[in-house]
């Protein structure tokens, strides 16, 4: 494998004076008009809209991503402040139903180049070689039309990309990462010594946090802010991890613009580019391939916005697959409460994890399984945690000022696709005149068992380090599917290169195209996956 910053020189392209743009590179970057056909063109410049853009732009080829949210300035756009960092979400109407409705909006996607790693926690596990063979495997979930080995390298690409820091992980394909595992807080030694009274092996990392120092990107200071976009570009993110690099080889970035349609040739069955807004008017880019990567509830959406003669139902969706088997993953979270001061806030949330209980156990109620990891809300999540259990008023208070000695874990439970869990699009519109989307989700029996298990096993972790109360609150975590990789067009929408099945010049490279989850966190897979894509298309 060449060395990094011969592949992406994304670390090398900031500025290392203080500031954390490189205004220079914006400012010059290639720009192409409309009538331009470009030879791709990138809907949303998240987790897989960016590598494809990287990587295609250091292939020669003439490229730009749209995304509808703003280009980010660390140094003028984000403060380390809860209450302040709203903005970086997501928060377009979008309707929810069924017998298990999942919140969306204040914490759930981002917008703005970066996408939702910009508020990411910044975890970065691979997923296990069982993932890719649940159905084969366990008889639930689905078999992706490729393998782990066929990732394998594109994860090790991606983690000296980030880069990655951790211990050697035992799990899954055992592996090793570029960087050397960061010092924990209070939360992640209190999950350690829990975890080693109860023979549950635990281990720190994998998180893509500078641990050290990577080209221009400073070390972690371990201030917790990862959630509000980390302002000293220690956390990985697309907008300083390919971004640079993409621009610096020609691609262009084309902020605020809401892509509102794609179009398709009645005649030929090829898309010829995409409808946008940008400041209110209405625009129509040119291009001879197009890749969307809007995140799993606007890709489906853009999707069923885009029917047409051809396709009545929605582009790419004569097998009603379109939205379907979108996943979230079951996230219980528990809180201990310790008479010596743990001060959680003090380290970035993501610091150890353990992947024991990530297999089916033939023993157990239920297939599949879960992980558990460091969370360490900040006070306002903390509020929310307690608010959730019911507690307000003089309670909330006391525990809000009790802050400082309380300790959190999380889980993810692999909660299994199912073709109800959809996207279909409501009858409400956005300020664009579009209907917006409607997710349903309800869990199946084996999702509410995966919940329990999770719960009493960081309950046991947590007593055993020593907390004299714990507390348990459900929620959910990380959305993905809903456009299925699949070996055919009857079970998804696209194949095992992102292409879609139904439109031979239209990709999907994001975090829709996951036939399972794992227990783990999506963002690397996402990246890993469209690397692969990637290549297929320029080799
Ligand atoms: C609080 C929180 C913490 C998380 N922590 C972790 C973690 O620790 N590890 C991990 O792996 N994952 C984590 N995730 C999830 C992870 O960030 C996402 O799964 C991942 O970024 C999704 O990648 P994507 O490419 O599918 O979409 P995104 O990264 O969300 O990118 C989609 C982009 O498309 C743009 N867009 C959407 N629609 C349009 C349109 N019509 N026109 C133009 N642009 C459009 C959006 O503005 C956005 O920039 C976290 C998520 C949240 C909410
Ligand atoms: S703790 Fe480290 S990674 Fe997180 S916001 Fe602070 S500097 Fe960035």
């Not at 960016?50 to 703003?70: C, E, F, H, I, T």
């Not at 720190?204 to 302002?231: D, S, T």
Request: contains cysteine; proline residues 7%; charged residues 20%.
């Amino acid at each position: 494998m060449s060395s990094v910053r011969n592949r992406n020189e994304s670390a090398w392209l900031l500025p290392n004076d203080g500031t954390r743009t490189n205004h220079a590179l914006r400012r010059d970057m290639r720009r192409f008009d409309d009538r331009d056909e470009l030879d791709l063109l990138v809907v949303g410049c998240g987790a897989g809209g960016s590598v494809l853009l990287q990587r295609l732009a250091r292939a020669g080829w003439k490229v730009a991503a749209l995304d509808a949210g703003p280009f980010w300035d660390p140094d003028t756009d984000w403060v380390s402040d809860e209450a302040g960092s709203h903005h970086l979400y997501w928060t377009e109407p979008r309707v929810i139903s069924g017998s298990d409705p999942v919140p969306l909006g204040s914490n759930n996607s981002g917008r703005g180049v970066g996408g939702s790693m910009i508020h990411y926690a910044g975890y970065t596990p691979r997923f296990h070689p069982s993932d890719f063979r649940t159905f084969t495997q366990n008889g639930v979930g689905a078999d992706w039309p490729i393998g782990y080995g066929d990732l394998r390298s594109y994860y090790q690409e991606i983690e000296e990309e980030l880069p990655v820091a951790g211990e050697k992980w035992p799990w899954g394909d055992p592996h090793t990462y570029p960087y050397r595992p960061h010092p924990v807080g209070g939360n992640g030694e209190l999950f350690l010594r829990g975890a080693d009274k109860l023979g549950i092996t635990a281990k720190v990392g994998p998180v893509a946090i500078v641990n050290g120092r990577f080209g221009n990107r400073p070390h972690c200071i371990y201030r917790g802010f990862c959630l509000q976009g980390c302002k000293v570009n220690a956390k990985a993110s697309p907008l300083i991890t390919h971004i640079p690099d993409a621009l610096a080889h020609g691609a262009e970035v084309r902020p605020d613009c809401m892509v509102t349609y794609i179009e398709v040739d009645e005649r030929t069955g090829r898309a010829t580019g995409v409808h946008y807004v940008r400041d209110g008017v209405p625009r129509f880019q040119k291009a001879r391939m197009v890749a969307i990567a809007g995140y799993s509830i606007e890709t489906p959406r853009l999707l069923l916005n885009s029917a047409s003669k051809r396709f009545p139902d929605g582009l790419c969706n004569d097998f009603d697959q379109v939205g379907r088997y979108l996943m979230v993953q079951g996230a219980p979270q528990t809180a201990g409460r310790f008479d010596a001061e743990v001060r959680m806030y003090k380290s970035p949330p993501p610091e150890v994890s353990s992947e024991d209980f990530y297999e089916t156990d033939p023993a157990k109620p239920y297939q599949r399984g879960f992980s558990i990891q460091t969370v360490s809300p900040l006070p306002i999540t903390w509020a929310e945690h307690i608010a959730a259990q019911g507690h307000w008023g003089a309670a909330l208070r006391e525990y809000m000022s009790d802050y400082v000695h309380w300790s959190c874990l999380g889980a993810l439970c692999e909660f299994l696709p199912q073709p109800g869990n959809r996207v279909t699009l409501a009858e409400e519109t956005d300020r664009h005149g579009l209907p917006v989307a409607n997710f349903s989700y309800s869990q199946c029996e084996n999702d509410t068992r995966l919940m329990k298990a999770a719960q009493s096993v960081m309950e046991d972790i947590l007593h055993a380090a020593g907390a004299d109360e714990v507390i348990t609150i459900g929620r959910y975590a990380h959305l993905v599917g809903g456009a299925r990789m699949a070996a055919d067009d009857k079970h998804g929408v696209v194949d095992a290169n992102c292409r879609t099945f139904a439109v031979p010049n239209l990709y999907i490279t994001d975090g829709s195209v996951l036939p399972t989850q794992g227990s783990a966190n999506p963002a690397l897979t996402i990246m890993a996956v469209t690397a692969r894509a990637a290549d297929q298309l320029t080799g």
